[in-house]
């Protein structure tokens, strides 16, 4: 059984491109969490996710950014216009059941805006 | 202030020890607690899982939370080099409310 899968692992971009994040749960898990964790910090909510709904986007910036997690295929962290300080790893986690609080993460995505 | 508040550490022992590491919360509503170890470029993994109040072992680990003072607690008995790594505590209210992280504790285990 497959853990949580994440890629790129690694992902340059200039400022001012897209960066698209790709996250595949565990199977069976129908729910993912985005987070954003910057050097020396915690993990930052960015947006929870359901198979075709987002039930919490309340920690991802309006602008520039947006998610989605299609009812086939993998869930998608997208940044637009990409600037410096989008830099950090993202990581995603998954979960089966929406009341349990047993996140199982991915390696995450470490992205670089130069 | 912030909804949980962790010591960033870094925090040096040395091999045998035991390893005390704590969380203070200020949201009455979480129920749900759990602590993650995050070693250098690796996502989270999940160390303990407690539901309100009280003590839960596993191993070497022991988590205890106390809910009437809003702080809860890992300890690591006879502490080795490999738990060398970052220790995440979390914590949420249960069904759909949004997981909240403690920025994490540095932890050295001198050989």
């Known amino acids: 059984n497959a853990g949580v899968m994440q890629n790129p692992r690694h992902l340059v971009r200039r400022r001012g491109q897209e960066a698209r994040l790709r996250c595949s749960p565990m199977k069976g898990h129908s729910h993912v969490y985005w987070y954003r964790q910057l050097p020396e910090e915690g993990l930052k909510f960015m947006v929870y996710?359901?198979?075709?709904?987002?039930?919490?986007e309340s920690g991802m910036p309006k602008e520039r950014f947006s998610a989605e997690f299609p009812k086939e295929g993998p869930s998608i962290l997208r940044i637009q216009q990409v600037v410096r300080g989008d830099s950090a790893a993202y990581f995603c986690a998954s979960f089966p059941l929406r009341d349990t609080n047993e996140q199982f993460f991915g390696p995450g995505t470490r992205l670089t805006v130069l | 202030q912030k909804e949980v508040e962790q010591d960033p550490g870094p925090l040096s022992v040395p091999e045998g020890a035991i390893v005390s590491l704590n969380c203070t919360y200020s949201n009455s509503a979480f129920q749900y607690f759990m602590w993650y170890r995050q070693y250098s470029r690796k996502g989270p993994e999940l160390l303990m899982y407690t539901y309100s109040s009280g003590n839960k072992e596993d191993g070497r680990f022991t988590a205890q939370v106390d809910k009437s003072s809003k702080y809860i607690s890992l300890f690591i008995r006879d502490s080795q080099p490999s738990d060398s790594a970052t220790y995440l505590c979390a914590m949420s209210a249960g069904g759909y409310q949004k997981v909240t992280f403690g920025t994490g504790t540095k932890l050295q285990v001198i050989p």
């Open positions: 996710l359901q198979k075709e709904n987002i039930i919490d």
